[in-house]
């Protein structure tokens, strides 16, 4: 039997179609902050089925948008993280009028960070670790600035946890989906949603930049914080955008003024608690 859930991200609501038997992971691991039981009007229809693999070995999984077919996977731990990613990559898609940062965030006393930085760079093991220590979280993944006030607003996706990276950042934590995939992603994977570890109501009105800290994970260099000018902040929120060729010129006008209001750094770390207390040594 079908189910279906609604959701709107900002200004973009869209409908998740999904067999009864996975609505435990759709509900915990999918946009959970963002479903709503009101009407919509979907701009798009994602769905994920079930299917019989060919000879009728077991089943595979089929991931749909707007009724085509837009994944064929082989079992449910391929298929779930590519769900959930060509969701996301669809509201970035249509948020396009913010200036998009692949960063992690967060905020405590009027003092908000940016986490820039790739894969691997650590972001979600050290915004984890700051969520545990009372800090309110963005995001661990996307950050959204609106180009015009150059405010920041929180992207309310769940944190994609991989066990081997965060360490004892986990700790007890009670997550909502966890399977290991050894041919596709040889590791655990944890979906968490971070309010459900602390509230935090997303900010109307959006929040002010104050710092800027690249994160660089590396077992083999000393925990150590090293500033950085302008130049450097601007360069890093380049290289580090999901839609900088969209604002073409634009962004002339965006960084540089984000850039002289707030404070930028280079943070190594090989510990998060070691990091966690630079960073709070830093904010106050």
């Known amino acids: 039997m079908d189910c279906f859930q609604n959701y709107k991200v900002y200004h973009y609501p869209f409908q998740l179609r999904y067999p009864s038997e996975l609505a435990p992971h759709i509900s ?17 229809t994602f769905a994920i089925k079930i299917r019989p693999r060919v000879g009728g070995n077991g089943e595979g999984v089929n991931v749909y948008r707007n009724h085509r ?21 669809q509201i970035l898609k249509n948020l396009d009028g913010y200036y998009q940062l692949h960063a992690g965030g967060v905020e405590r006393n009027e003092r908000t960070i940016i986490f820039p930085g790739g894969n691997g760079a650590g972001k979600t093991s050290l915004v984890l670790a700051l969520l545990k220590r009372g800090y309110n979280v963005l995001s661990d993944e996307v950050v959204l600035i609106d180009p015009d006030s150059l ?31 050894e041919e596709y992603r ?3 994977i944890f979906y968490l949603n971070p309010r459900a570890i602390k509230e935090y109501p997303f900010p109307a009105k959006g929040l002010k930049l104050n710092y ?25 929120l380049i290289e580090h955008s999901f839609n900088f060729d969209q604002f ?14 707030c404070r930028g750094y280079k943070l190594s770390y090989r510990d998060a608690d070691e990091a966690v207390g630079i960073i709070e040594e830093l904010t106050g």
């Not at 999918?30 to 798009?44: C, F, H, K, L, Q």
Request: glycine letters at 10%; a negative charge; aromatic letters at 12%.
């Open 186 to 188: 040889p590791q655990k």
């Open 69 to 89: 077919v837009v994944y064929k996977g082989e079992c449910l731990e391929h298929s779930f993280p590519m769900l959930e990613w060509i969701v996301t990559e």
């Open 151 to 181: 405010l920041l607003f929180p992207y309310p996706r769940n944190f994609v946890v991989r066990a081997s990276r965060s360490g004892d950042c986990i700790g007890n934590l009670d997550f909502s989906y966890s399977e290991p995939d």
């Open 28 to 44: 915990a691991g999918v946009y959970p902050s963002s479903r709503t039981n009101g009407d919509i009007t979907p701009m798009a």
């Open 248 to 261: 073409r010129g634009g962004w002339f006008d965006i960084l540089p003024n984000l850039a002289r209001g």
């Open 212 to 236: 800027v800290v690249f994160p660089q994970y590396d077992r083999t260099r000393e925990t150590g914080l090293e500033p950085i000018g302008q130049a450097g902040i601007i360069t890093g």
